[in-house]
C-alpha cells in the first residue's frame, strides 16, 4: 500500500475513500484514529493509501473528483 493524500478531517478522508471504492479502486485510512486525539490533527494525519498497482488510476480519480465543477442548490432540478 502507497500513500497517495493525507487528511486532517475524518468526513473528507472518508468521503474520498467512499468515492475510490465506488470505483472499484481498493484503499484503507491510516492513522485514522490518531487523528482524533486533541491536538493531533496535524501531528498525525490521516492517510488514504491504496495498492501500488491501482495508485495511478487512483490518482487519476483524485484529479478527475478535484477538477469537477461544485454543484450549487439554485443548479439542483425540482420534481
Known amino acids: 500500500m502507497i500513500t497517495i ?4 478531517d475524518q468526513v473528507q478522508a472518508g468521503m474520498i475513500q467512499s468515492y475510490l471504492s ?3 479502486i481498493d484503499s484503507m485510512l491510516a492513522d485514522e484514529n490518531a487523528n ?4 493531533a ?4 494525519p490521516i492517510r488514504l493509501q491504496v495498492p501500488e498497482e491501482q495508485a495511478e ?3 487519476d480519480l483524485l ?3 478535484d477538477n469537477a ?3 450549487s442548490d439554485s443548479d439542483a432540478e425540482t420534481v
Open 5 to 8: 493524500r493525507e487528511f486532517t
Open 22 to 24: 465506488d470505483n472499484e
Open 36 to 39: 482524533s486525539w486533541m491536538g
Open 41 to 44: 490533527r496535524m501531528l498525525a
Open 57 to 59: 488510476k487512483a490518482k
Open 63 to 65: 484529479e478527475k473528483f
Open 69 to 71: 465543477p461544485e454543484i
